[in-house]
Nanobody, 115 residues
Framework: QVQLVESGGGLVQPGGSLTLSCRTSGGTFSRYAMGWYRQTPGKQRDLVATMWSSGITNYADSVKGRFNISRDNAENTVYLQMNSLKPEDTGVYYC?????????WGQGTQVTVSS
């Protein structure tokens, strides 16, 4: 069973930066596609960024040029560097790990962008 634990959320002012971390245990981390979703109250969970085991990345249009996803296979950890944060980036950020059709989720970490 794969377990994921996120950290790094918090309150930040508009224009600020935060880095989220997601450490996994169980499974073979290097084989998984890893990524982040964001959810706000009353809305569906939207994909923010993905990094496949090949290193190829994909970003939501709303975060391109501001967010950067990276992974450290030696540490079984995926990161989301978030820069130039906007109030609309506020939400609960969920880390996931996926292998073929199986997806595992973290518990989520709150990010609030507000002055």
């Amino acid at each position: 069973q794969v377990q994921l634990v996120e950290s790094g959320g918090g309150l930040v002012q508009p224009g600020g930066s935060l880095t989220l971390s997601c450490r996994t245990s169980g499974g073979t981390f290097s084989r998984y596609a890893m990524g982040w979703y964001r959810q706000t109250p009353g809305k569906q969970r939207d994909l923010v960024a993905t990094m496949w085991s090949s290193g190829i990345t994909n970003y939501a249009d709303s975060v391109k040029g501001r967010f950067n996803i990276s992974r450290d296979n030696a540490e079984n950890t995926v990161y989301l560097q978030m820069n130039s944060l906007k109030p609309e980036d506020t939400g609960v950020y969920y880390c996931y790990a996926q292998l073929v059709y199986v997806k595992y989720w973290g518990q989520g970490t709150q990010v609030t962008v507000s002055s």
